[in-house]
Protein backbone atom coordinates (compact mmCIF):
# COMPACT_ATOMS: atom_id res chain seq x y z
CA UNK A 1 0.00 0.00 0.00
CA UNK A 2 1.11 3.65 -0.80
CA UNK A 3 1.66 5.71 2.28
CA UNK A 4 0.82 9.29 3.11
CA UNK A 5 4.64 10.11 2.81
CA UNK A 6 5.20 8.18 -0.45
CA UNK A 7 5.93 11.42 -2.62
CA UNK A 8 9.00 11.93 -1.04
CA UNK A 9 11.05 8.52 -2.21
CA UNK A 10 11.01 10.31 -5.45
CA UNK A 11 13.26 13.33 -4.97
CA UNK A 12 15.24 12.03 -2.29
CA UNK A 13 19.00 11.99 -3.07
CA UNK A 14 22.12 12.82 -1.74
CA UNK A 15 25.94 12.23 -3.27
CA UNK A 16 28.92 11.17 -2.53
CA UNK A 17 32.09 10.66 -3.71
CA UNK A 18 34.81 7.84 -4.06
CA UNK A 19 38.19 7.73 -1.53
CA UNK A 20 40.44 8.93 -3.41
CA UNK A 21 41.46 12.38 -4.79
CA UNK A 22 42.81 12.68 -8.46
CA UNK A 23 44.55 15.34 -9.96
CA UNK A 24 43.10 17.47 -13.04
CA UNK A 25 44.01 15.83 -16.91
CA UNK A 26 47.27 16.85 -18.01
CA UNK A 27 47.97 19.33 -20.80
CA UNK A 28 47.98 16.32 -23.25
CA UNK A 29 45.31 14.82 -22.56
CA UNK A 30 42.88 18.31 -22.26
CA UNK A 31 44.43 18.69 -25.69
CA UNK A 32 42.51 16.06 -27.18
CA UNK A 33 39.17 17.39 -26.19
CA UNK A 34 37.53 18.93 -29.52
CA UNK A 35 39.84 16.83 -31.64
CA UNK A 36 40.40 13.16 -31.58
CA UNK A 37 37.67 13.85 -28.11
CA UNK A 38 34.73 15.02 -28.26
CA UNK A 39 33.95 18.24 -26.25
CA UNK A 40 32.98 15.60 -23.39
CA UNK A 41 35.60 13.23 -23.85
CA UNK A 42 34.37 10.97 -26.15
CA UNK A 43 36.12 8.96 -29.48
CA UNK A 44 34.79 11.18 -32.11
CA UNK A 45 35.96 8.08 -34.70
CA UNK A 46 33.52 5.35 -35.59
CA UNK A 47 34.49 2.03 -34.81
CA UNK A 48 36.34 -0.16 -37.41
CA UNK A 49 33.04 -1.93 -38.62
CA UNK A 50 31.23 0.99 -38.89
CA UNK A 51 28.47 0.01 -37.28
CA UNK A 52 29.11 3.05 -34.87
CA UNK A 53 29.59 6.47 -37.07
CA UNK A 54 31.70 9.34 -35.90
CA UNK A 55 30.66 12.37 -34.04
CA UNK A 56 29.93 15.42 -36.20
CA UNK A 57 28.62 18.05 -33.52
CA UNK A 58 25.02 15.55 -32.50
CA UNK A 59 21.68 16.48 -33.64
CA UNK A 60 20.75 20.04 -33.28
CA UNK A 61 18.46 21.00 -36.07
CA UNK A 62 15.02 22.39 -34.11
CA UNK A 63 12.12 20.99 -36.57
CA UNK A 64 9.80 23.87 -37.63
CA UNK A 65 7.28 24.53 -35.59
CA UNK A 66 8.71 23.15 -32.46
CA UNK A 67 7.38 24.86 -29.36
CA UNK A 68 8.79 25.07 -25.61
CA UNK A 69 6.59 22.44 -24.21
CA UNK A 70 6.08 20.06 -27.33
CA UNK A 71 6.29 16.17 -27.34
CA UNK A 72 10.04 16.21 -29.27
CA UNK A 73 9.51 14.37 -32.54
CA UNK A 74 10.79 10.89 -33.70
CA UNK A 75 13.10 12.36 -35.94
CA UNK A 76 14.25 8.64 -37.30
CA UNK A 77 10.48 7.16 -37.37
CA UNK A 78 10.96 5.87 -41.36
CA UNK A 79 14.02 3.80 -40.09
CA UNK A 80 13.11 0.24 -39.51
CA UNK A 81 15.49 -2.34 -37.37
CA UNK A 82 18.09 -3.55 -38.61
CA UNK A 83 17.35 -6.98 -36.80
CA UNK A 84 15.82 -8.09 -33.48
CA UNK A 85 17.47 -10.03 -30.42
CA UNK A 86 15.31 -12.48 -29.32
CA UNK A 87 15.65 -15.50 -27.28
CA UNK A 88 16.09 -18.03 -29.43
CA UNK A 89 19.18 -15.93 -31.21
CA UNK A 90 20.73 -13.68 -27.96
CA UNK A 91 23.66 -15.79 -27.95
CA UNK A 92 24.93 -14.81 -31.00
CA UNK A 93 25.10 -11.11 -30.10
CA UNK A 94 25.92 -11.98 -26.22
CA UNK A 95 29.05 -9.93 -25.96
CA UNK A 96 27.12 -7.05 -26.39
CA UNK A 97 24.51 -7.44 -23.98
CA UNK A 98 24.26 -7.01 -20.24
CA UNK A 99 23.75 -9.68 -17.80
CA UNK A 100 20.65 -8.08 -17.17
CA UNK A 101 19.21 -7.94 -20.80
CA UNK A 102 20.08 -11.73 -20.96
CA UNK A 103 18.33 -12.84 -17.80
CA UNK A 104 15.05 -11.23 -19.37
CA UNK A 105 15.44 -13.37 -22.61
CA UNK A 106 15.73 -15.96 -20.22
CA UNK A 107 13.23 -15.39 -17.97
CA UNK A 108 10.34 -13.95 -20.16
CA UNK A 109 10.99 -15.45 -23.75
CA UNK A 110 8.47 -12.99 -25.43
CA UNK A 111 10.93 -10.44 -24.78
CA UNK A 112 12.47 -8.26 -27.62
CA UNK A 113 15.10 -5.62 -28.75
CA UNK A 114 14.63 -4.18 -32.04
CA UNK A 115 17.82 -3.06 -33.04
CA UNK A 116 18.33 0.14 -35.47
CA UNK A 117 21.20 1.95 -36.96
CA UNK A 118 23.22 4.18 -34.99
CA UNK A 119 22.50 7.87 -34.81
CA UNK A 120 25.53 10.01 -32.28
CA UNK A 121 23.04 12.94 -31.66
CA UNK A 122 24.42 13.95 -28.40
CA UNK A 123 24.78 17.51 -28.28
CA UNK A 124 25.46 20.71 -25.86
CA UNK A 125 25.47 24.32 -26.41
CA UNK A 126 29.05 25.98 -27.07
CA UNK A 127 29.21 27.34 -23.12
CA UNK A 128 29.17 23.50 -21.72
CA UNK A 129 31.62 22.77 -23.83
CA UNK A 130 33.76 25.53 -23.01
CA UNK A 131 33.23 25.09 -19.27
CA UNK A 132 33.77 21.40 -19.45
CA UNK A 133 37.30 22.56 -20.97
CA UNK A 134 37.88 24.54 -18.02
CA UNK A 135 36.76 21.42 -15.40
CA UNK A 136 39.52 19.12 -17.20
CA UNK A 137 42.16 21.25 -16.20
CA UNK A 138 40.75 22.36 -12.64
CA UNK A 139 37.97 19.75 -11.61
CA UNK A 140 39.52 17.25 -8.36
CA UNK A 141 37.44 15.63 -5.91
CA UNK A 142 38.35 16.08 -2.11
CA UNK A 143 40.32 13.62 -0.40
CA UNK A 144 36.83 11.29 0.63
CA UNK A 145 35.74 11.95 -2.41
CA UNK A 146 32.48 13.46 -1.01
CA UNK A 147 32.73 16.59 -3.20
CA UNK A 148 33.87 18.27 -6.39
CA UNK A 149 36.14 21.16 -6.72
CA UNK A 150 36.67 23.78 -9.30
CA UNK A 151 34.09 22.37 -11.69
CA UNK A 152 30.98 24.29 -12.93
CA UNK A 153 28.75 24.20 -16.01
CA UNK A 154 30.18 21.31 -17.51
CA UNK A 155 31.50 17.98 -17.67
CA UNK A 156 33.32 17.75 -14.51
CA UNK A 157 35.77 14.93 -15.74
CA UNK A 158 35.85 14.21 -19.24
CA UNK A 159 39.02 12.52 -19.42
CA UNK A 160 38.19 10.23 -16.17
CA UNK A 161 40.45 8.76 -14.01
CA UNK A 162 38.25 6.76 -11.73
CA UNK A 163 35.10 4.95 -11.71
CA UNK A 164 33.80 7.70 -9.08
CA UNK A 165 34.52 10.58 -11.29
CA UNK A 166 32.68 8.59 -13.72
CA UNK A 167 29.85 8.34 -11.66
CA UNK A 168 30.25 12.21 -10.80
CA UNK A 169 29.53 12.74 -15.04
CA UNK A 170 26.44 11.11 -14.56
CA UNK A 171 25.32 12.99 -11.73
CA UNK A 172 26.24 15.76 -13.15
CA UNK A 173 25.09 15.73 -16.62
CA UNK A 174 24.20 18.25 -19.30
CA UNK A 175 20.21 18.30 -19.23
CA UNK A 176 19.85 21.82 -19.50
CA UNK A 177 19.50 24.74 -16.83
CA UNK A 178 15.66 23.98 -16.19
CA UNK A 179 12.82 21.42 -17.37
CA UNK A 180 9.34 20.81 -16.37
CA UNK A 181 8.15 17.72 -17.28
CA UNK A 182 5.69 14.95 -16.12
CA UNK A 183 6.26 12.23 -13.59
CA UNK A 184 3.66 9.74 -13.79
CA UNK A 185 4.89 6.24 -12.35
CA UNK A 186 3.63 2.40 -12.50
CA UNK A 187 4.64 -0.55 -10.74
CA UNK A 188 2.98 -4.05 -12.47
CA UNK A 189 3.48 -6.48 -10.13
CA UNK A 190 4.93 -10.34 -11.21
CA UNK A 191 0.84 -11.15 -12.16
CA UNK A 192 0.74 -8.73 -14.68
CA UNK A 193 -1.18 -6.44 -12.61
CA UNK A 194 -0.72 -2.55 -12.92
CA UNK A 195 -0.83 0.16 -10.59
CA UNK A 196 -0.35 4.30 -11.20
CA UNK A 197 1.30 5.21 -8.12
CA UNK A 198 2.25 8.84 -9.14
CA UNK A 199 1.24 11.05 -11.37
CA UNK A 200 2.54 14.65 -10.86
CA UNK A 201 4.56 17.46 -12.12
CA UNK A 202 7.95 17.60 -11.84
CA UNK A 203 10.34 20.91 -11.98
CA UNK A 204 13.88 20.62 -12.06
CA UNK A 205 16.28 23.35 -12.18
CA UNK A 206 20.65 23.32 -11.86
CA UNK A 207 22.37 26.07 -10.33
CA UNK A 208 25.86 24.16 -11.17
CA UNK A 209 24.26 24.99 -14.88
CA UNK A 210 23.31 28.66 -15.21
CA UNK A 211 24.72 29.92 -18.55
CA UNK A 212 26.19 33.11 -16.86
CA UNK A 213 27.64 31.44 -14.06
CA UNK A 214 27.64 31.20 -10.54
CA UNK A 215 24.92 33.89 -8.99
CA UNK A 216 26.25 35.40 -6.05
CA UNK A 217 23.77 33.17 -3.96
CA UNK A 218 25.08 30.32 -5.67
CA UNK A 219 25.18 27.81 -2.68
CA UNK A 220 27.38 24.89 -5.01
CA UNK A 221 23.73 23.20 -5.16
CA UNK A 222 23.27 21.11 -8.58
CA UNK A 223 19.90 19.79 -8.58
CA UNK A 224 17.35 21.83 -6.91
CA UNK A 225 13.17 20.29 -7.50
CA UNK A 226 9.87 21.18 -7.12
CA UNK A 227 7.46 18.35 -7.43
CA UNK A 228 3.09 18.33 -7.12
CA UNK A 229 1.30 14.91 -7.08
CA UNK A 230 -2.06 15.19 -9.36
CA UNK A 231 -2.81 11.82 -8.74
CA UNK A 232 -4.09 9.18 -7.56
CA UNK A 233 -6.31 10.65 -5.28
CA UNK A 234 -4.55 9.83 -2.02
CA UNK A 235 -1.24 11.52 -3.27
CA UNK A 236 -3.55 14.61 -5.04
CA UNK A 237 -2.07 17.96 -3.65
CA UNK A 238 0.75 16.85 -2.12
CA UNK A 239 4.37 19.06 -2.64
CA UNK A 240 7.72 18.26 -2.38
CA UNK A 241 10.63 20.72 -2.54
CA UNK A 242 14.27 19.42 -2.87
CA UNK A 243 17.88 20.76 -2.83
CA UNK A 244 21.02 18.91 -3.55
CA UNK A 245 24.78 19.97 -2.72
CA UNK A 246 27.65 19.41 -4.66
CA UNK A 247 29.66 19.09 -1.18
CA UNK A 248 27.96 15.09 -0.32
CA UNK A 249 28.79 16.26 3.61
CA UNK A 250 26.08 18.77 3.35
CA UNK A 251 22.70 17.62 4.15
CA UNK A 252 20.10 17.94 1.20
CA UNK A 253 17.27 19.99 2.23
CA UNK A 254 13.60 18.33 1.64
CA UNK A 255 9.77 19.90 2.07
CA UNK A 256 6.42 18.49 2.02
CA UNK A 257 3.46 19.75 2.25
CA UNK A 258 0.92 17.83 3.63
CA UNK A 259 -2.68 18.39 2.13
CA UNK A 260 -4.60 17.15 4.97
CA UNK A 261 -3.00 19.40 7.72
CA UNK A 262 -2.21 22.01 5.45
CA UNK A 263 1.25 22.57 6.48
CA UNK A 264 4.96 22.38 5.14
CA UNK A 265 7.26 20.21 6.94
CA UNK A 266 10.88 19.70 7.08
CA UNK A 267 12.04 16.08 6.85
CA UNK A 268 14.91 14.14 7.02
CA UNK A 269 16.90 12.57 4.02
CA UNK A 270 16.11 8.66 3.34
CA UNK A 271 18.82 7.37 1.02
CA UNK A 272 21.16 4.47 -0.06
CA UNK A 273 18.88 1.00 0.15
CA UNK A 274 15.98 2.71 1.97
CA UNK A 275 12.74 1.11 -0.06
CA UNK A 276 10.78 3.70 -1.72
CA UNK A 277 7.33 3.95 -1.03
CA UNK A 278 6.66 6.08 -4.21
CA UNK A 279 7.06 2.44 -6.39
CA UNK A 280 6.19 -0.12 -3.24
CA UNK A 281 9.49 -0.79 -2.40
CA UNK A 282 10.28 -2.22 -6.23
CA UNK A 283 13.11 0.11 -6.23
CA UNK A 284 15.39 1.63 -3.67
CA UNK A 285 16.05 5.60 -3.09
CA UNK A 286 19.25 5.26 -4.90
CA UNK A 287 18.36 3.33 -7.86
CA UNK A 288 16.24 6.42 -9.68
CA UNK A 289 17.31 7.25 -13.04
CA UNK A 290 19.98 3.68 -12.76
CA UNK A 291 22.06 5.85 -10.06
CA UNK A 292 20.72 9.10 -7.67
CA UNK A 293 22.47 9.27 -4.53
CA UNK A 294 25.73 8.36 -2.36
CA UNK A 295 28.53 6.89 -3.63
CA UNK A 296 30.25 6.31 -0.30
CA UNK A 297 29.41 2.93 0.63
CA UNK A 298 30.94 1.48 -2.88
CA UNK A 299 34.47 1.50 -3.83
CA UNK A 300 34.12 1.81 -7.72
CA UNK A 301 36.04 0.93 -10.34
CA UNK A 302 36.22 2.54 -13.79
CA UNK A 303 36.74 -1.23 -15.85
CA UNK A 304 37.22 -0.11 -19.24
CA UNK A 305 34.84 0.85 -22.42
CA UNK A 306 33.12 -1.58 -24.96
CA UNK A 307 30.43 -2.01 -27.18
CA UNK A 308 26.75 -2.49 -25.94
CA UNK A 309 23.48 -2.33 -27.60
CA UNK A 310 21.69 0.55 -25.22
CA UNK A 311 18.15 2.14 -25.61
CA UNK A 312 18.80 5.72 -27.14
CA UNK A 313 16.70 8.01 -29.36
CA UNK A 314 13.61 7.59 -27.91
CA UNK A 315 11.19 10.19 -28.94
CA UNK A 316 8.91 7.95 -30.56
CA UNK A 317 8.17 5.73 -26.90
CA UNK A 318 6.49 8.56 -25.92
CA UNK A 319 4.00 9.72 -28.73
CA UNK A 320 1.41 7.13 -28.23
CA UNK A 321 -1.66 8.85 -27.04
CA UNK A 322 -1.84 6.38 -24.40
CA UNK A 323 0.49 4.60 -21.30
CA UNK A 324 -1.30 1.41 -22.15
CA UNK A 325 0.30 1.22 -25.66
CA UNK A 326 3.92 1.15 -25.09
CA UNK A 327 3.16 -0.94 -21.86
CA UNK A 328 3.32 -5.10 -21.40
CA UNK A 329 2.76 -7.11 -18.66
CA UNK A 330 6.07 -7.92 -17.82
CA UNK A 331 8.25 -5.06 -19.90
CA UNK A 332 8.23 -2.02 -21.90
CA UNK A 333 6.47 -2.86 -25.33
CA UNK A 334 9.34 -3.85 -27.65
CA UNK A 335 7.47 -1.96 -30.61
CA UNK A 336 8.29 1.13 -29.03
CA UNK A 337 11.88 0.62 -27.67
CA UNK A 338 14.64 1.83 -29.75
CA UNK A 339 17.75 0.21 -29.21
CA UNK A 340 21.34 0.56 -30.78
CA UNK A 341 25.06 0.06 -30.85
CA UNK A 342 27.49 2.31 -28.80
CA UNK A 343 30.38 2.64 -26.53
CA UNK A 344 29.87 2.52 -23.35
CA UNK A 345 32.30 3.11 -19.99
CA UNK A 346 31.80 0.28 -17.67
CA UNK A 347 32.02 1.48 -13.68
CA UNK A 348 31.87 -1.38 -11.19
CA UNK A 349 30.62 -0.82 -7.68
CA UNK A 350 31.73 -3.24 -4.89
CA UNK A 351 30.40 -2.28 -1.12
CA UNK A 352 33.11 -0.70 1.35
CA UNK A 353 34.87 -2.87 3.82
CA UNK A 354 33.04 -2.26 6.70
CA UNK A 355 29.82 -0.62 5.05
CA UNK A 356 26.23 -2.57 3.94
CA UNK A 357 24.70 -2.07 1.44
CA UNK A 358 21.58 -4.49 0.02
CA UNK A 359 22.73 -4.26 -3.42
CA UNK A 360 26.87 -5.04 -2.85
CA UNK A 361 27.96 -5.59 -6.05
CA UNK A 362 26.82 -3.36 -9.34
CA UNK A 363 27.62 -2.41 -12.72
CA UNK A 364 26.69 0.63 -14.99
CA UNK A 365 27.39 1.52 -18.65
CA UNK A 366 27.49 5.10 -19.15
CA UNK A 367 26.91 5.96 -22.61
CA UNK A 368 30.60 7.68 -23.44
CA UNK A 369 28.36 10.76 -25.67
CA UNK A 370 26.51 11.76 -22.44
CA UNK A 371 28.37 10.31 -19.64
CA UNK A 372 24.46 9.28 -18.63
CA UNK A 373 24.10 5.94 -17.10
CA UNK A 374 22.20 3.70 -19.49
CA UNK A 375 21.82 0.12 -17.73
CA UNK A 376 22.78 -1.18 -14.90
CA UNK A 377 22.82 -4.39 -13.29
CA UNK A 378 22.87 -5.47 -9.38
CA UNK A 379 23.75 -8.54 -7.66
CA UNK A 380 22.32 -9.69 -4.07
CA UNK A 381 24.03 -10.60 -1.12
CA UNK A 382 24.27 -14.24 -2.28
CA UNK A 383 26.11 -13.01 -5.60
CA UNK A 384 22.83 -13.83 -7.54
CA UNK A 385 21.45 -11.09 -10.13
CA UNK A 386 18.64 -9.23 -8.90
CA UNK A 387 17.76 -6.33 -10.48
CA UNK A 388 18.27 -4.69 -13.99
CA UNK A 389 18.03 -1.00 -14.77
CA UNK A 390 16.89 0.71 -18.08
CA UNK A 391 17.11 4.20 -18.76
CA UNK A 392 15.47 5.73 -22.21
CA UNK A 393 16.70 8.88 -23.50
CA UNK A 394 15.04 11.51 -26.17
CA UNK A 395 16.53 13.57 -28.72
CA UNK A 396 15.76 17.87 -27.52
CA UNK A 397 17.75 19.47 -30.30
CA UNK A 398 16.32 22.84 -28.78
CA UNK A 399 18.35 22.59 -25.86
CA UNK A 400 20.33 21.11 -27.73
CA UNK A 401 20.74 17.88 -25.89
CA UNK A 402 20.05 13.93 -25.20
CA UNK A 403 18.32 13.68 -21.99
CA UNK A 404 17.13 11.14 -19.61
CA UNK A 405 13.75 10.38 -20.06
CA UNK A 406 11.69 7.06 -19.04
CA UNK A 407 13.19 4.60 -16.36
CA UNK A 408 12.58 1.11 -15.88
CA UNK A 409 13.70 -1.43 -12.99
CA UNK A 410 13.06 -4.72 -12.91
CA UNK A 411 13.07 -6.88 -10.16
CA UNK A 412 14.71 -10.55 -12.00
CA UNK A 413 13.71 -12.50 -8.92
CA UNK A 414 10.24 -11.77 -8.48
CA UNK A 415 9.04 -10.17 -11.58
CA UNK A 416 8.16 -6.95 -10.14
CA UNK A 417 8.71 -4.04 -12.17
CA UNK A 418 8.61 -0.16 -12.30
CA UNK A 419 8.63 2.22 -14.65
CA UNK A 420 8.67 6.03 -14.02
CA UNK A 421 8.84 9.46 -16.13
CA UNK A 422 5.76 8.45 -18.11
CA UNK A 423 4.37 11.24 -21.08
CA UNK A 424 2.14 9.42 -22.78
CA UNK A 425 -0.88 10.17 -21.21
CA UNK A 426 -0.13 12.90 -18.98
CA UNK A 427 -2.04 16.37 -19.35
CA UNK A 428 1.10 17.99 -19.76
CA UNK A 429 4.26 17.62 -21.67
CA UNK A 430 7.93 18.58 -21.51
CA UNK A 431 8.89 22.49 -21.16
CA UNK A 432 12.37 23.60 -21.16
CA UNK A 433 11.98 27.26 -20.85
CA UNK A 434 14.56 29.67 -21.90
CA UNK A 435 15.20 31.46 -18.45
CA UNK A 436 15.39 29.89 -14.94
CA UNK A 437 12.98 30.31 -12.48
CA UNK A 438 13.33 32.08 -9.43
CA UNK A 439 15.49 29.99 -6.88
CA UNK A 440 12.21 31.19 -4.00
CA UNK A 441 10.19 28.13 -6.52
CA UNK A 442 12.59 25.51 -5.08
CA UNK A 443 11.62 26.48 -0.65
CA UNK A 444 9.33 25.02 1.74
CA UNK A 445 7.69 28.21 1.69
CA UNK A 446 6.89 28.22 -2.58
CA UNK A 447 5.08 24.77 -1.21
CA UNK A 448 2.12 26.76 0.69
CA UNK A 449 1.06 28.28 -3.12
CA UNK A 450 0.61 24.14 -4.13
CA UNK A 451 -2.15 23.65 -1.20
CA UNK A 452 -5.48 22.74 -2.98
CA UNK A 453 -7.46 20.72 -0.19
Do not use: C
Amino acid sequence: MIKRYALIAALVAVSAGANTALAAASADEVAKLGTTLTPFGAEKSGNKEGTIPAWTGGETKVPAGLKGNAKRADIFASEKPLFSITVQNYAKYEDKLTDGQIALFKKFPDYRMDVYPTHRTAAAPQWVYDNTLKNAKNATLTEEGSSVKGAYGGIPFPIAKSGAEAMWNHLLRWRGTSAQFPNRAYVTSSDGKRYLVTDAILRAQSPYYMKDGPKSDYRDEYDILHMKALGPPQMAGQAIASRDSLDLKTPSSLWLYLTGQRRVRKLPVSSYDTPAPIVSGVSNNDEFYVFRGALDRYDWTLAGKKEVFIPYNNNGFSLPAKDEDVLMSNFANPNNVRWELHRVWVVDASVGAGKRHVMPKRRFYLDEDTWTAQLSDGWDASGKLWKTFVMMNYVAPDLPGVVTGPFVATNLQTGDWVIINMANQASYTIDLPAKPWPDSDFTGDALMLDGVR
